[in-house]
């Protein structure tokens, strides 16, 4: 990595927790300057707009939540541990200013087409991965071929998504536990 690419990636990190918790609109250049100890110029030889750092900083938060998820679900070998992992790999994740799909995409809805055609490809690969696990336990006769894979993983995400944010919210890991638990309950259902 060249100096220009470490500072764009120093930019990215330093910025990525600011915007998730502030917001697009509520991040200022200002506080992108604070955070990176850098002149305005030094941001804008780097990224030509506010836009792109956000847009940088969203894919930045949402990679680093992907890695953490996929090995997660690589730590198991059969279809329930694989789906057991990554339900209890939502409960330990911990993002500065909450769930960067979450945040951005109620921001970007009206507001951010680009950004909002971001966080679509983000869902969907959330809701793929949930997806690949069940679709491939029915594969290998672990799961009930009477599961509807696409329905189940766009229910579960769904779910977490939304205890996530009465977490953040209530200040509670409550909802994240009692919806985890009715997850793993009702996905044992379908085990054969």
Known sequence: MNKAERTRRFIIEQSAPIINKKGMAGTSLSDIMEATKLAKGGIYGNFESKDEICAASFLYL????????????LRGETAKEK?????????GIKTEGGCPILNFGVEADDTHPGMKENVKKVIRASQKRFFDILANGISSNEISSDLDPKNFSIKVFAMIE?????????????????????????FETWLI
Do not use: P, W
């Not at 949402?62 to 679900?73: G, K, N, P, Y």
């Open 62 to 73: 949402t990679e680093t939540l992907s890695q953490q998820l996929d090995r997660a679900v």
């Open 83 to 91: 789906f057991s992992n990554l339900l209890h790999a939502y409960k």
């Open 162 to 186: 939304g205890a996530i944010l009465c977490g953040r919210v209530l200040d509670s890991n409550e909802q994240m536990q009692i919806v985890l638990d009715a997850i793993q309950r009702e």
